[in-house]
């Protein structure tokens, strides 16, 4: 299953290795730990940021990397080799859904305080948009900024927030009108100040992931957090979506060609009845499914890729990659976890992770039913 596929070059295919190498030294021998301990490992915000790979996409006067959509897209894919979906996902929400709306709206105050620390691995950041009552249909949002001399006050509550209990900034939804909704909704980074207090969830999978509630109590913001302008949120929440879910797709497709290498190898040196389990046609033929299923994933999120960085607003292949590899992701994952047999239950086989860790892609970043509405729209039903 070969990856040098157009829109990737040697160049990117060089900066794979690095990852790769990185990765394989530096934070896949602890990954089993954090998990365990169910607590995400700070200490990787500095040791990426020291190899650059804070800030791929962002420009070099911010001490970013100077490159583009597709060097991040190669770290999105190479994420899975860390082996703890829930390290990816706390640096994946700093790196993909916390800072790309700073680099896009913020003021070239907010990029030197909030964004260059942040590449330079010193502050970690939370995009803050899910409440208790509002999730999918994000207008019905209620935590409120009311206007006060010198900024506004925030008062309500988030929940199922990526790196919730340890950003240092959240860039946080807020509704500015009475009514809220599609032009009543704007967006400040909080502080993580006086009347910020979170609590750690217990979930699934994603266990070194930290998800959490946000409460904001008289939460003082001043006037010059505000991100982008006032009453038009949505079109901050808008721009990110489809790196967000181009984001997730790319995860997806790293972690289902990982997981075929490893199954496949496991199949040909497990034996039962007296040969290996590939030889076995059930066997044999679930995996030349699976690498059918994985190499079309990959070839539908390239297609969404391509044209996301031609500046197409592939709205339409983004989200057909997100719709369809999380979910075939999570079935991968699952048939990998069955030729593994009773390894594959046990808490020391990776497979038993993954599994769980992909449960989630179906329903962040917009749900499957969400993506099916979407596309609904767009294919005029
Ligand atoms: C581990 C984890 C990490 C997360 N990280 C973040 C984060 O960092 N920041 C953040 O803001 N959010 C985050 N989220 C929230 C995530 O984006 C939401 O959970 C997701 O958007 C779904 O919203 P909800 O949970 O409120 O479900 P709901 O919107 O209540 O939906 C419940 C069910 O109804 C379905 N549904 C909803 N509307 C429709 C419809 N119109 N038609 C058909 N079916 C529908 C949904 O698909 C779902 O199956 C995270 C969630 C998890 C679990």
Redesign the pocket.
């Known amino acids: 299953m070969t990856h040098l596929t157009p829109p990737f070059t040697d160049e990117h295919e060089e900066l794979r290795e690095s990852i790769r190498g990185f990765i394989d030294r530096e934070l896949a021998p602890h990954a089993q730990q954090w998990e365990d301990e169910c607590r995400f490992p700070d200490e990787v915000f500095p040791k990426l940021a020291a190899q650059g790979l804070l800030g791929l996409k962002y420009p070099t006067e911010l001490g970013g990397q100077g490159g583009d959509y597709l060097h991040e897209a190669v770290m999105c894919e190479e994420m899975a080799r860390i082996g703890s979906g829930g390290t990816a ?1 706390g640096i994946g ?1 700093h790196i993909n ?2 800072t790309p709306p700073i680099w896009k709206f913020g003021s070239d105050e907010q990029l030197q305080r909030y964004l260059a620390p942040a590449i330079r691995g010193e502050s970690i950041g ?7 009552g ?4 994000v207008a019905g949002l209620r935590t409120s900024a009311e206007r006060v001399d010198g900024g506004w006050v925030v008062n309500g509550e ?7 209990v340890r950003a240092h900034f959240i860039v946080t ?1 807020v509704k500015t009108t009475r009514e809220g909704g599609h032009h009543g909704i704007s967006f400040l980074i909080v502080d993580r100040t006086e009347g910020v207090s979170s609590a750690k ?1 217990d ?1 699934l ?2 266990h070194a ?1 930290d ?1 959490a509630t946000i409460a904001f109590e008289d939460v003082f913001v001043p006037e010059e957090n505000l991100l982008g302008e006032l009453h038009e949120g949505f079109k901050l929440i808008m721009a990110n979506f489809q790196w967000e879910r181009l984001a997730m797709a790319l995860g997806a497709v790293g972690a289902m060609r990982l997981a075929w290498e490893r199954t496949a190898e496991f199949a040909r040196e497990r034996s039962a009845f007296g040969r290996p389990l590939s030889g076995h046609q059930v066997i044999r033929h679930r995996l030349a499914d699976l690498a059918a299923s994985a190499y079309s994933a990959q070839c539908v999120t390239y297609d969404a890729l391509r044209r996301f960085v031609a500046g197409e607003d592939p709205l339409r292949e983004v989200t057909m990659a997100k719709l369809l590899t999380q979910r075939a992701s999570f079935e991968l994952m699952d048939a990998c976890l069955q030729i593994h047999g009773g390894a594959g239950y046990m808490r020391e086989v990776w497979v038993e992770r993954a599994a769980r860790d992909a449960r ?1 892609g179906p ?8 993506m ?2 979407i596309l609904g729209r767009v294919l005029g039903l």
Do not use: H, V
Request: net charge negative; aromatic share 4%; no cysteine.
């Open positions: 996902a929400a859904i916390a939370a995009l803050g948009i899910t409440e208790p509002a999730g999918s249909d988030k929940t199922y927030i990526t790196n919730g939804a969830l979930k999978g994603w992931s998800t989630l329903i962040g970043g917009g749900s499957d039913e969400i099916r509405e």
